[in-house]
């Protein structure tokens, strides 16, 4: 009965740890649209305006795509982690 209710324990553990994972999973998914949505205005913007305040621009945009590449990175562990 001890390893019934052992296997059951750890089973509830994993289940509990999907939920976690499918959770977070579904948070990075919404952050990376709206990040993807904000380098496109930034893009955008940037077009329009070319010649003025390019340097920054740019900077804000690599800030933006290197937080967008942290968590495309986080959502692929997330997503190997959930299935392994």
Request: hydrophobic content about 30%; overall charge negative.
């Amino acid at each position: 009965m001890s390893t019934i209710s052992a296997l059951a324990h750890h089973v509830d553990q994993l289940l509990t740890q999907h939920r976690t994972l499918a959770l977070e999973r579904s948070q990075l998914q919404r952050r990376v649209v709206e990040l993807e949505q904000q380098v496109q205005q930034q893009q955008a913007a940037s077009n329009l305006d070319q010649d003025t305040h390019v340097e920054s621009n740019r900077a804000h945009q690599q800030t933006l795509e290197d937080e967008l590449n942290g968590l495309i990175s986080l959502f692929e562990q997330t997503t190997e982690t959930k299935h392994d």
